[in-house]
């Protein structure tokens, strides 16, 4: 009630302020977060088809995040003789539910667990990965998409929440919630094969001394006035 101006980080939040909040729209700004580097000299990721496939997950391993539907997605590329490898990185409360499907889908040799990391060991991750995935139910913003990215790294998500900002973003790709595994495994073989190129961005996807700068600029013209 008493603040010149609300900050959020994405547009789905924003509905969620004028919806459940009564805020009035001129109060609230969109200011999205930003990463830590933008590599555009790996705009192209080059794939060798019919090679192994390196997947990568980051974040909490929480019921939301759905991450055993990327378990599902790997085990279906096993059935289609693909050669493919996922790393998880994160820890939460459904790490061993999740690596109890693994051993059920005979998928457990062909996953990496990871503690989360931070800073440059986290953004070589990005890096050495083929495809990024995130295939959450309900996210605000999805900043693990925006650093994978920014990485060169195409991103499959799930066509929901914050999530759906992403998918104008050239190198990322949608499926619908909730996701059908054999679905995404069909998604992740047409990325692998193809020459896919990540970016140019929008302005969604920018390095935080941009970010700082839009800050800067509302708190001058609200001081302004």
């Known amino acids: ?21 009564n805020v009035y729209s001129e109060k609230i700004e969109v200011i999205p977060h930003g990463v830590d580097n933008l590599e555009i000299s790996r705009s192209k990721k080059r794939q060798v088809k019919g090679t192994s496939i390196s997947l990568l997950y980051v974040g909490v391993l929480t019921e939301k995040k759905c991450v055993h539907y990327i378990v599902q997605a790997l085990a ?9 490898s996922l790393t998880i990185v994160g820890e939460g ?24 990391s931070f800073g440059e060991e986290l953004h070589c991750k990005y890096r050495q990965a083929d ?3 995130l295939l959450s139910r ?23 929440t914050a999530l759906t900002e992403f998918l104008s973003e050239p190198g990322c790709f949608g499926v619908n919630y909730p996701p059908d595994p054999s679905e995404v495994a069909d998604l992740i073989v047409k990325i692998h094969d193809s020459e896919i190129r ?14 700082a700068a839009d800050y800067e600029m509302l708190y001058k013209r609200i001081i302004g006035r």
């Open 198 to 211: 990540v970016g140019p961005f929008s302005n969604k996807i920018r390095t935080w001394d941009k970010v």
């Open 1 to 21: 009630k008493w603040a010149e101006k609300v900050i959020v980080n994405s547009e789905y939040t924003r509905d969620i302020l004028l919806e459940d909040f």
């Open 93 to 116: 409360d459904q790490e061993r539910e999740l690596k109890s499907l693994a051993e059920a889908l005979s998928v457990a040799d062909n996953i990496s667990w990871c503690e989360p």
């Open 138 to 160: 309900d996210e605000s913003y999805g900043i693990v998409v925006a650093e994978a990215l920014a990485a060169g790294t195409p991103c499959i998500i799930t066509k929901t």
């Open 131 to 133: 495809i990024f995935l």
């Open 76 to 84: 279906e590329l096993k059935k289609r003789n693909r050669q493919a």
